[in-house]
């Protein structure tokens, strides 16, 4: 049988923090990587839009087209709305 306290268990099972020198250089660094896919998005949004859009006019397939327009639109909704929820919330009209 262990000896050891509850506490001591505790304190083996946590994972120790490693410190991070936190530089100019890393901090910029790591902004960069958080900023360009951020910057990103919306763009390859807009560009799977007229992708759609075109596909749609050269196979005459509006219902296609509508419902790939769907889809971008919620989301979008989630970039303004923070989370899924919200934009098929706002959409559907949930009752929270």
């Given at each position: 049988m262990?000896?050891?306290?509850?506490?001591?268990?505790s304190?083996?099972?946590?994972?120790p923090?490693?410190k991070?020198?936190?530089?100019?250089?890393?901090?910029?660094?790591?902004?960069?990587?958080?900023?360009?896919?951020?910057?990103?998005?919306p763009?390859?949004?807009?560009?799977a839009y007229?992708y759609?859009?075109?596909?749609?006019l050269?196979?005459?397939?509006w219902?296609?087209?509508?419902?790939?327009?769907?889809?971008?639109?919620?989301?979008?909704?989630e970039?303004?709305?923070?989370?899924?929820?919200?934009?098929f919330?706002?959409?559907?009209?949930?009752?929270?």
């Open positions: 262990s000896t050891r306290t509850a506490k001591e268990r304190e083996k099972l946590l994972i923090k490693i991070e020198n936190l530089t100019f250089e890393s901090v910029k660094r790591k902004k960069i990587w958080i900023f360009i896919p951020v910057l990103a998005f763009h390859l949004l807009v560009l007229v759609q859009l075109i596909l749609s050269y196979f005459v397939n219902m296609f087209f509508g419902i790939i327009t769907f889809f971008l639109l919620i989301l979008l909704l970039i303004v709305f923070d989370t899924k929820t919200n934009a919330c706002s959409l559907l009209g949930c009752v929270s």
